[in-house]
Structures are given as structure tokens and as C-alpha cells.
């Protein structure tokens, strides 16, 4: 598509362009490359707002790598595996600036046996306790998140999975192996590679920015995957094979990962049902509609892509979570109060059935 791209670009509003790119926080990931198709003819404005959103996300990214390896170096003196997820460190892996990747908090995957002790070593350095709601199970849906008493230091969300149905992949194979220091280890290709793709898909498919992450990834990365070594861990951990097939042939749709050289042709574009193929029309690149009914579609994603006997759990998740997650939610949201939980599942399956009826208005779009 490189000689696409050119031409489109002769027609470009830089300044606009610009302004798009920084509101959705796409700058630095998107402007270089942008300036390197450009060949000479992007604006003198743009290319320095490029350069201006590289410098801010280097020193960001410096100061949250800073505080990432210092709490796992405490983590690990206490005997806490502890892994970085997303951040200053994968955009450092894949495209070779730390600044290309805008974090703003610092994530970290620990061991669930391990989370509660975890939030503890995280505390000494001045954090509050973490609000998240504690299932049954004594454990948060992802994380917690940590935020730091006087705002001086980044937030730290300490997470036990990286997907809602996984409960063993995470803590298998993006966990460094006991005894093994955490700071210089890091998992096989293709387990960091399913690992970005359950990132793309629990967040919606929403947005460029972690499309973005798949295609540099694969082009930094891509040629480490051995041949089969997805499908293998597909069949190990059969829950997520539906969430990687629909997140790679999104991917591929949007940004060319080769989905049938990741996994057999057969499994990649075989036939699929109809919630597989409606979760890949869901996927959105340039979202123009509101927080609320994106929130609400990528909770239709979740429930289409739930595995077999998940449905109970993904109703309890996005439909009818209990009230004190309801509570949390309107804290964040600045709402006076939050809505009972029947009024919450009433909008949320209006949200729902406002999307398939989009989609039941335009059957080839993508989004």
C-alpha cells in the first residue's frame, strides 16, 4: 500500500492531520512513518509536532521505565516474579525508540498466588490501597491498580491475566521461570505475540494504536514465530482460540499480519460462524462515536467471542456486575450516582442492539 499512501498524501491538511493524530494519541507511533512515506512533502509544522511528541514520550518513557525496573527489583527481592507489559519496554522492542508508544501508568503481570503480596512491596513506596472490586475467588477481573499518594510517581496496575478467559496463559508462559530474574527475561515469540493479540481484542478493536503494536511487532519480531507454535499453544489452552483467529484476521484486515502464516490456513480463514464474523465487522480503526457506545460494543465483542461455557461469566461482567463495581465505575465517570444494575444490563443490550443494527445497515463495512 506504500504508493497508495503517497498519493493520498499529496491531497493532505498537515495541520489537520496533526491535530487528529495528537488527540488520538497517535503522533508518535504514526508520524514517523508517515514522514517517511511523505518523502520531503510533509509540512514543516507537522514534522516538527512529530518530533516535539517523540522528545515528550522519550523523557515520559524513560521516567516510567525508571520506576518499572526499581518496583521489580523490589518484587523480586521479596521472591515476586513479576513481568512489563505494553509500555516504554515494547515500544523500545519494536520500534527501537521508547518514545514511540505513549504510556502513562506502569503495568506489570505477577503470579495470582503472589498478587496480594505484590500490592504490598508496591505500597512501601508511598501507593495507596487498591480500590478494585474482589471476587469470590479473592481476586480482581485483571488487576489492581496502585496510585501513588502524593501523584510523584506513575500509577502501577499489577495485573494476574492479561484476558478475560484465561486463568493459566499469563502466569505459563509471560512469567519468567522461577529463579530466573525478571529484568532480562522475556517470553517466546509466539507467546508475546498471542499476548498482544488478547490486548487487541479485550480492548474492543478499537482505535490504531495497538493494530499499530501488531504490524511493528511482526516486522521486528515476526520471523522468531516457529511454525505452528500457535496453533500448539491453541490447542493447549483451547479457550482463547477463538479471540486469536477473529484478533488475527482483524489484524489482518487492517494492517496485513499474515494470518495464515501464523497459524494453518485452515483454522485462520475456514469457515466461522456468525459471531465470529460480526465480532470482526465490529472492529472500529477510526472510532467517531461515543465513549459510551464504545465501551458498549466492546462488550458485545466479549460476548461473542466468550468460550464454550462462558457465558455466565461475560453476563456478570458487562450486564450485571455487582454494585460495588457499579459504584466504582460512577467514581471514575464523575457520575452523582451509579445506575441500579437492571438499569445498567436495560442500556447496555439498547447499546447492543443499536450496533447490530448498524451493521445490519451496511453488511460489507467494517465498522
Not at 72 to 92: C, H, N, V
Not at 226 to 245: H, K, M, Q, S
Request: glycine share 8%; hydrophobic share 45%.
Amino acid at each position: 500500500m506504500r504508493e497508495h499512501a503517497r498519493r493520498l498524501m499529496l491531497d493532505v491538511e498537515w495541520s489537520r492531520l496533526t491535530e487528529t493524530l495528537r488527540w488520538r494519541k497517535l503522533l508518535p507511533v504514526l508520524g514517523p512513518r508517515i514522514q517517511e512515506l511523505a518523502q520531503g512533502s510533509a509540512s514543516s509544522e507537522f514534522l516538527a509536532a512529530v518530533e516535539q511528541a517523540l522528545e515528550a514520550g522519550r523523557r515520559q518513557g524513560s521516567f516510567l521505565q525508571l520506576v518499572c525496573q526499581r518496583v521489580m527489583a523490589m518484587l523480586d527481592g521479596a521472591g515476586i516474579r513479576s513481568a512489563p507489559l505494553k509500555g516504554p519496554q515494547l515500544g523500545e522492542a519494536i520500534y527501537g525508540d521508547p518514545g514511540r508508544r505513549l504510556s502513562g501508568d506502569i503495568d506489570l503481570l505477577v503470579a495470582p498466588e503472589q498478587l496480594t503480596a505484590a500490592v504490598e512491596v508496591v505500597r512501601a513506596l508511598g501507593y495507596q490501597a487498591p480500590r478494585d472490586y474482589v471476587h469470590d475467588h479473592g481476586l480482581p477481573l485483571l488487576h489492581f491498580v496502585l496510585v501513588h499518594t502524593r501523584e510523584e510517581l506513575p500509577p502501577v496496575e499489577l495485573h494476574w491475566r492479561v484476558h478475560w478467559y484465561e486463568r493459566s496463559f499469563a502466569r505459563e508462559r509471560l512469567l519468567p521461570p522461577v529463579g530466573h530474574p525478571s529484568g532480562d527475561w522475556r517470553p517466546a515469540p509466539a507467546d508475546e505475540l498471542v499476548a498482544l493479540l488478547l490486548f487487541y481484542a479485550r480492548d474492543g478493536f478499537i482505535d490504531l494504536r495497538l493494530a499499530a503494536d501488531l504490524s511493528a511487532w511482526w516486522d521486528a519480531c515476526g520471523a522468531g514465530v516457529r511454525a505452528g507454535a500457535v496453533d500448539e499453544l491453541l490447542d493447549v489452552y483451547p479457550e482463547l482460540a477463538r479471540v486469536i483467529v477473529v484478533a488475527l484476521n482483524v489484524a489482518e484486515k487492517l494492517v496485513g499480519l499474515p494470518a495464515a502464516q501464523i497459524i494453518n490456513g485452515a483454522r485462520a480463514h475456514g469457515a466461522h460462524g456468525m459471531r465470529e464474523h460480526i465480532a470482526v465487522r465490529l472492529a472500529n480503526p477510526n472510532p467517531h462515536t461515543s465513549p459510551s457506545q464504545l465501551y458498549a460494543d466492546m462488550g458485545l465483542i466479549d460476548g461473542l467471542l466468550a468460550p464454550r461455557g462462558g457465558f455466565g461469566e461475560f453476563v456478570r461482567r458487562q450486564l450485571l456486575p455487582p454494585s460495588a463495581v457499579l459504584d466504582e465505575q460512577a467514581r471514575n465517570g464523575a457520575k452523582q450516582r451509579a445506575r441500579s444494575p437492571l438499569a445498567r444490563c436495560a442500556g447496555m443490550l439498547t447499546r447492543y442492539g443499536l450496533t447490530l443494527a448498524r451493521l445490519a445497515r451496511s453488511p460489507e463495512a467494517l465498522s
